[in-house]
């Protein structure tokens, strides 16, 4: 029996909550693996087998997958790759275009019927997302700048009046050090999971007035939830899209920062 079920049954409404996010050990004696851990690497197999499909043999005229394939790339890499990392950005494509698309597919696990549940709406997977993109960052900007030569270009940006300086070198470190690698799993982790409990709710609605509790009056409001769930699946899918774009395209700014800092 579903979660949204057994919030439906009994003699009142109860809104969904953090239980849709409490989910039992799958393996007994295994409390790590849980529903968005097999979620999670179910849908990593789906875009390893996507890949594999499009990208193991290309054919000189793209057909089928080869040919959706061929979209996402040329997708992220003129939107996403060249913007930020310029004569790079080639380089960088596999790894931009491997977090597109996997973030992408976590995303609409949330609106895949039996499933239902976007994995990044767990903060501990953007997390780690996030933290592998500012662990690459400083290995880069360290690499290419050089350790002080990183921290002075990013503190101290040049051509501003020296008194400017006192202001805005704490600003930029906190800035680039800690604010930019919180928000940037924050973003996502945020809008799933916030997603994730309208759809619920509305589902509710529709469930608990058309069929736990059908009344005359009652059954307008079940039929407006039923409305409202399928509109906001809609935008929910386009959310999903947005969210995987914009952590590819952060995750090439960040990159193209330390490859080539700006002067």
């Known amino acids: 029996m579903s979660t949204l079920t057994l919030l439906a049954s009994g003699d009142e409404f109860k809104a969904p909550g953090l239980e849709l996010f409490e989910f039992p050990p799958i393996i007994s004696g295994v409390p790590w693996f849980t529903k968005p851990v097999l979620v999670a690497l179910l849908s990593t197999l789906i875009v390893l087998i996507f890949c594999w499909s499009a990208f193991a043999k290309p054919k000189l005229v793209p057909r089928g997958v080869q040919n959706v394939a061929e979209m996402g790339y040329m997708f992220i890499r003129d939107q996403v790759a060249r913007p930020f990392l310029g004569k790079d950005a080639d380089r ?34 953007p997390f780690v997302l996030a933290a592998s993109i500012y662990v690459l960052k400083l290995y880069l900007g360290f690499k290419h700048q050089g350790f002080f030569g990183y921290f002075k270009n990013m503190m101290f940006p040049p051509g501003l009046p020296k008194p400017i300086y006192v202001l ?83 995750a090439a700014m960040y990159i193209g920062n330390s490859l080539h800092p700006e002067h």
């Open 92 to 125: 960088w494509m596999g790894l931009l275009l491997s977090l597109f698309f996997l973030i992408w597919v976590w995303n609409l696990m949330g609106v895949v019927p039996g499933i239902q549940f976007p994995v990044v709406s767990h903060i501990a997977f």
């Open 168 to 250: 805005l070198a704490p600003i930029e470190f906190l800035s680039n050090m800690i604010v930019a690698p919180f928000t940037h799993a924050v973003r996502l982790f945020a809008n799933m999971f916030a997603g994730h409990i309208i759809l619920a709710f509305f589902s509710l609605v529709g469930f608990w007035f058309l069929f736990e509790n059908l009344t005359p009056l009652g059954a307008p409001l079940g039929v407006l939830g039923v409305v409202m769930t399928i509109g906001m699946t809609l935008f929910e899918m386009f959310i999903q899209f947005l969210q995987a774009f914009l952590f590819a395209m952060l």
